[in-house]
Every structure is written in C-alpha cells, then in structure tokens.
Nanobody
Framework: QLQLVESGGGLVQPGGSLRLTCAASGLALENYAIAWSRQAPGKEREGVSCITHSGGRTLYKGSVQGRFTISRDNAKNTAYLQMNNLKPEDTAVYYC??????????????????????WGQGTQVTVSS
C-alpha cells in the first residue's frame, strides 16, 4: 500500500521560498502521477499542481504558475514542490496525493486541478510578516 509523508513546511515571510517534499513508501512512486493540493482554514481543498509518472506533463493552478515548480525523483521515491515568491494567500496545509491513472493529471472543465488520493498528514505553510 502506498504511503505518503509530506514535509518542508514552515513560517516564511512574503517573497520567501520553501521546498516541500513528498516521500513515498510501500510501492514504487514511478508508477504514479503526483498531485500537490492545499487547504486553507475554512476553505475547501484545492489542487495546486500535478505531474505525470515520467514528469512529462506538469500542470499548475493559475495563481501559482511561474512561482511554484513541481518535480520528482523516482529513484528516491520522492516528489517536490518548490515554492518561490510566496504570498500570504498561499498559507495552507499542503498535501501530496498519488494515482496510478496518469490521465487524471489534467485540468477539469472549470480549470481546477485534481487532488488525487493517498494523502499524507500534510505540512503547514504559513506566509506572514
């Protein structure tokens, strides 16, 4: 059974950077597409970014495009989310999810991204001065 553990969150000032890590165990992550999602207090979970198993396709929520970069190292069974130029509205608990269905890494008709399943416990990101 695939298990995911997120880490790398913290408190950062606006304009700062963080790199989140999603470490997988139980199964080979190379067979899964990965999605990062987030949930702010009082709001629904939203997809932030996804990447196919080979890294050949990466998608981003519009508000993070150009600031966040999703990547993966299948040899290390790990995925990452590099977050630059962070803004207070990026404050949320961030989760990684996985699916063996690569075709799910796609924009929905309303422009939203998937969150997938197999979430970990999440990692808190707080952007504040």
């Amino acid at each position: 059974q695939l298990q995911l553990v997120e880490s790398g969150g913290g408190l950062v000032q606006p304009g700062g950077s963080l790199r989140l890590t999603c470490a997988a165990s139980g199964l080979a992550l190379e067979n899964y597409a990965i999605a990062w999602s987030r949930q702010a207090p009082g709001k629904e979970r939203e997809g932030v970014s996804c990447i196919t198993h080979s890294g050949g396709r990466t998608l981003y929520k519009g508000s993070v495009q150009g600031r966040f970069t999703i990547s993966r190292d299948n040899a290390k069974n790990t995925a990452y989310l590099q977050m630059n130029n962070l803004k207070p509205e990026d404050t949320a608990v961030y989760y990684c999810g996985a699916t063996p269905v690569q075709a799910m890494c796609i924009y929905a008709p309303n422009g939203s991204l998937p969150t997938f399943g197999s979430w970990g416990q999440g990692t808190q990101v707080t952007v504040s001065s």
